[in-house]
């Protein structure tokens, strides 16, 4: 089994110079992976991130600092038979958020689709993929509350929770 913390638009340090407290509490227990869906906006928060377990991550439209040109704009996984793809969500045609990511990873067969640039978490399914957006941890912008998503996987079965907090 796999466990997996999701998080996107991060938008440090101009929205909080650490991670909060419930973050920093899953970072340090066990972790396998963590999914950043892009707006990370400073190396740091990669750097910070990749202490704990291994990095997906993807660009997001404010990474433009020069460290972000190796980021790649999608990523595939594959991981405990279930297929993974990540994006950012702002590229491509779409009315919604939800919508560009589903088109954009529409050819790659894709068991999960984790995206962000909303800041809205989702959860949904489409056909037989998921599509799911973890919020934000540091800029919940009109949310409520802060958010991040955890994903458990265990051969070819997904379980996938957002998590909130103030």
Known sequence: MKKILIISDTHMP???????????DILRNEIDYIF??????????YEELKTYAPVYGVKGNVDKEDWS?????KVLVDMEDIKIAMVHGHLGKGRSTPERAYRECEG???????????HIPFHERKGNTILFNPGS????????????GIAMIDQSSI???HHYFS
């Open 14 to 24: 101009k929205k909080g110079t650490v991670f909060p407290e419930p973050i920093r």
């Open 36 to 45: 950043h869906a892009g707006d990370w906006t400073a190396q740091s928060v």
């Open 69 to 73: 040109k190796t980021l790649p704009e």
């Open 108 to 118: 790659d067969q894709a068991d999960l689709i984790i995206f962000g640039h909303s």
């Open 137 to 148: 941890p540091t800029d919940k912008r009109r949310q409520r509350r802060f958010s991040y």
């Open 159 to 161: 379980i996938l929770n």
